[in-house]
């Protein structure tokens, strides 16, 4: 069924594990994302970025309804997050496209800019009832920028600057820079935990992990042990799909038929769903 972000994620930090929340592109993503999480009898969540909207033709409908009805029927409860959105047009069409969450990237601008484009988000998103995540340090990584040194200042989220930031803002949950960065092809990420557990200290909401393919698994067990309640996977899916799709490819040079790789793209990102939740699940 489709159930809320809010819920997931509250019910995921007051057991001290995290929800898994997949970035979905292609209705394999959903499907596969949904297998996945139906194997191991979990919930999850499925997030569709503003990057991947762009991909589609610039219409969130088309995948959202999908998305939708695909929920709708599972065996597990889904819920449906809006992800890096930074555009307004697309921010208010969430409620009406099925997402009762969104995350607001404003992270890029300069704090004052970044804390007053979220607090009008909050309060937007509240009026009609969205649960809304925002991001406050830089991860990199996104668009093809270079991943950020994980060691440079600016990168990390300060935790005073953080309370502030979520008290004066109002968001439901807080993305932190604390080592990880999107888009990595290798597990080789290094968090600061010490930092997690200071920030976990200082704020009453949940804490997000963005850019978790990069994040081997027992970091990610330490992440979840440290108060991160939500994680967001994205390329790990493509990784999967992608090198299974390739094997095929090149086993089956006659193959024309696109069910015959897709479905092997779809079986691997169920697999890898299915390792996640597990990772994340752990004691
Ligand atoms: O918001 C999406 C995630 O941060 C995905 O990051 O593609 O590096 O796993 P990733
Ligand atoms: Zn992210």
Not at 82 to 91: E, F, G, K, R, V
Not at 196 to 216: E, F, I, Y
């Amino acid at each position: 069924p489709l159930v809320t972000t809010g819920e997931l994620v509250t019910r995921a930090a007051a057991a001290r594990c995290a929800v898994a929340a997949f970035n979905v592109i292609t209705l394999e993503h959903v499907e596969a994302v949904i297998a996945g999480a139906e194997s191991v009898s979990s919930p999850v969540v499925l997030q569709v970025s503003e990057n991947a909207v762009k991909f589609r033709y610039g219409r969130l409908l088309p995948l959202a309804r999908a998305a939708v009805a695909a929920a709708e029927r599972a065996a597990v409860p889904v819920a449906l997050h809006l992800d890096h959105i930074q555009s307004d047009d697309l921010l208010r069409q969430a409620p009406d496209a099925g997402f009762s969450s969104v995350m607001y990237d404003a992270a890029r601008l300069p704090y004052a800019d970044n804390l007053a484009a979220t607090k009008a988000a909050a309060d937007w998103a509240h009026a009609q009832g969205l649960w809304i995540e925002a991001e406050l340090g830089r991860l990199g990584g996104k668009n093809g920028e270079p991943p950020l040194d994980a060691h440079a200042p600016g990168a990390r989220t300060d935790p005073a600057e953080a309370h502030a930031f979520v008290t004066d803002s109002g968001v439901d949950a807080l993305a932190v820079a604390v080592g990880s960065s999107h888009a990595m092809t290798t597990r080789t990420a290094t968090l600061d935990h010490d930092l997690l557990k200071r920030l976990a200290a200082t704020l009453d909401v949940p804490l997000v992990l963005h850019g978790s393919s990069g994040v081997p698994d027992d970091e990610l067990t330490a992440a979840v042990a440290g108060g991160i309640a939500k994680v967001n996977v994205g390329t790990a899916l493509n990784i999967a799909m992608t090198g299974a799709i390739r094997e095929f490819l090149a086993a089956h040079p006659e193959a024309v038929d696109s069910r015959k790789y897709l479905s092997v793209g779809r079986e691997a990102m169920a697999r890898a769903v299915a390792d996640i939740i597990g990772v994340l699940r752990a004691p």
